[in-house]
């Protein structure tokens, strides 16, 4: 692969600028904004590369279907996403957000890690190996959907719809990062979600907040609502939220035991004590990896701005996310929360489904993982951490594991990338080691299966 | 009083005008929004129609200072204040809520019924009674504050270097309502403040909400602790929290007894279908005027803007009121907050004070309630409702009580006036009787001296 590799270097210039270019679009899917112009842009790249593309319409933003490669050899997808989070709280970014400024040999933009660096790379690395080689040995798909951040949720319509076109034998996930000590992680899975809005509302307008002593506040309402949610000891209150929940099994223990995780440097670089409840060790990443959450991703009611309004609110809204294990199944959650709520009082307060998506999870066995391993010590010199399953979530479970097609998570980020926050980076650095490491991929995974036709 | 009437009928369009243009002025004392044109033109005004006027600096907003009338003669002061709460949520206006325009015989405005609707009623009912009569029978002293609607935080520094100029043998408190019966409403006393905002901190940043499992959540923690201070009866945990609480005496419970409340029309206007915690009749106007609170008025963490963002959030954020009754003391509350948190575990938990005020009240036998009383009959045809006490804060303890100077809250709001909230707004009619009931209040209270005196 010496002269793929060589060829990646001296064109990374080139290969940063597309990168600049495509994150210097926003693409924002919660706000609809740039998105008919970034799928666009992929398509357009994926065309400009030799790629067939098709942009898929759906009743939400469009999938960018691409294939590489001749028809009839083994196939490999590539599961990206061109939309974006929002990039408030946008006064806590040193660089504008859709700047794509490098300082310090770091890419700053928001999607930059999440997940237009990936997306690049993968391109970047096609291009490459056929400009040094000619033809690919094998054939590449790429789906590229617009509504991961907002919790796909057109893509099973897509699936249903064009299912017969997504086989594969393996399929590289969206995403990776290097640890803090500069190791590559690979992740076999993803937890799976239920993203709710929870809202409760009072009188029909804001009122003085001195007769708050005999109207209803919202806010209280809200607040005694999710205090039987979730208790102190971080227990989910659920009845039946646990019931599900496959503990690791022996090959998955033994993966998590030898998992490096870089909880000093985690610590110090979030300027904090202790993980949650003092946990470190085995117990810390079993909790990571294998244990679901129930997280309140935003709180608002009332008056939020400078000093003090007396006021007491009319309504009161909370964003919550429940990441999930094997085998929970978000449908049931949401049942399951309706009916706790239900069962303390809260029947008024509203639930509003954003997003419900399955866990999923790949074997530590598969011949993909191995082809990403012994790829990655390749580039990187070192043996990469593997992750039985990502705290992260995608529709990997629609796309793959329902199809039997194996998928394993690689990417451009690093441990402090920042994703969904400000200041999200990469290092330019990563980036041209990311296309490498996926040109050898694409370089392994044909030739596995040339051996095995072979023997 | 006849003459003095016919002559603010006959004016009345110059003094709504003169009501439209300060309320065409922003006066946000929380966000510094035109605070010193309004202070002058507050001096201006009271110039213009004779008086003497000093602008005297504080630490914070200038308090004006304005007189009347002879020296020597008996004294009436009146309290009011030129700043006024935040317009937000701007988008629930149906009108500019600085453009004071007048639809179905309401001026629509911020800070139209709290408080330049009585500012401007009771200069012009000075000018009237003064176009007629040609001189007040009795001094009056105007004590114009900027910082109501932030807690007065500066008036006690005022009050310190200049209480020996406050002297007055009844005070008129800055506001007052016709309830929706249209009966006047008059009180008696204020309850008094403690405004805090709690501030949790969890990681430096916002992160990924997929780290959320073993990532502190600074939102859960602040919803726990919030928890701990009230529970869903409306009783407020904090130990001490109720010590000092004065129950009403023999006189209180009859006025409270035949007090008129129009819960129907209260519930419909705000479209609910009880009272907090089902009660009514008397329970619920001895919650409503005896019973201190604990309120939400404000909770922001996280991400709060359109669809969903799976976000940790780095901080929370909540602002609290307490209302207190006599005899609360605002800063021993303070303290059994604190202590309260530090028991639950919260010490991270910063605590920022905003407000604190002491609880007020005037007995009803005072001679200044019988002034306001016959006055109001006079004007309204009707005997106005006597609330023992208004639910609302201001520094009438610092003003008046503590300088033994009995007070009496009179205005020209009704009860659906929304102060503090969208589309606050008087009745033109109402504000030209407001004018009406103040000139007559001077002429009552002058002449009981005069009785007194004679007697």
């Not at 239920?194 to 009188?203: F, I, N, S, T």
């Not at 008024?348 to 419900?356: E, H, R």
Request: aromatic fraction near 8%; glycine fraction near 8%; charged fraction near 25%.
């Amino acid at each position: 692969m010496e002269d793929v590799f060589h060829y990646i270097e001296q064109n990374q210039a080139q290969y940063i600028r597309w990168l600049q270019e495509i994150c210097r679009q926003p693409s924002v899917a919660a706000q609809n904004r740039g998105m008919d112009e970034t799928a666009k842009m992929v398509l357009d790249a994926i065309h400009t590369i030799g790629g067939q593309a098709e942009l898929i319409e759906t009743s939400g933003y469009p999938v960018i279907l691409g294939t590489f490669g001749k028809e009839g050899l083994k196939t490999l997808s590539f599961y990206n996403h061109y939309d974006v989070q929002p990039e408030d709280p946008v006064e806590l970014w040193d660089y504008p957000p859709f700047g794509a400024e490098i300082h310090d040999g770091k890419m700053v933009a928001r999607g930059v890690a999440d997940n237009k660096g990936n997306l690049m790379a993968r391109l970047a690395a096609i291009h490459a190996y056929q400009q040094v080689r000619g033809e690919l040995p094998l054939s590449i798909k790429f789906i590229v959907e617009g509504e991961e951040e907002i919790g796909s949720v057109h893509l099973e319509e897509f699936i249903e719809k064009h299912g017969d076109r997504l086989h594969a034998d393996g399929c590289l996930w969206e995403f990776g990062y290097k640890n803090a000590n500069n190791r590559p992680q690979i992740s076999l899975g993803v937890k799976g979600m239920c993203y709710v809005e929870l809202v409760c509302r009072g009188a029909n307008t804001d009122l003085h907040s001195s007769t708050a002593a005999i109207i209803e506040n919202p806010a209280w309402r809200l607040v005694w609502a999710l205090s039987t949610l979730k208790t102190p000891d971080e227990k989910v209150c659920i009845p039946g939220f646990y019931d599900n929940v496959l503990p690791p099994d022996h090959l998955e223990k033994q993966i998590l035991d030898q998992m490096e995780y870089e909880e000093k440097e985690t610590l110090q670089h979030l300027e904090l004590e202790s993980f949650l409840s003092e946990l470190s060790g085995f117990d810390l990443k079993e909790k990571l990896i294998f244990q679901p959450t129930c997280t309140i991703c935003g709180f608002e009611s009332g008056y939020t701005g400078t000093g003090a309004k007396t006021v007491l609110p009319a309504e009161a809204r909370v964003k919550l996310d429940f990441r999930l294990v094997p085998e929970q199944d978000p449908e049931e959650i949401l049942t399951h929360l309706r009916t706790h709520l239900d069962q303390h009082g809260f029947e008024d307060i509203d639930i509003i489904p954003y997003s419900l998506e399955h866990p999923a999870k790949t074997s530590p066995s598969d011949p993909l993982v191995d082809t990403v391993r012994t790829t990655a010590r390749q580039v990187y010199q070192t043996d990469p951490v593997v992750m039985p399953m990502s705290p992260g979530t995608g529709p990997m479970y629609s796309l793959c594991q329902k199809r039997g097609i194996p998928a394993v998570s690689v990417g451009v980020g690093h441990f402090a990338s920042n994703n969904h926050a400000p200041n999200e980076n990469i290092f330019v650095e990563d980036y041209v080691q990311g296309i490498k490491h996926i040109a050898a991929i694409i370089e392994d995974f044909a030739q596995r299966e040339a051996k095995g036709a072979n023997g």
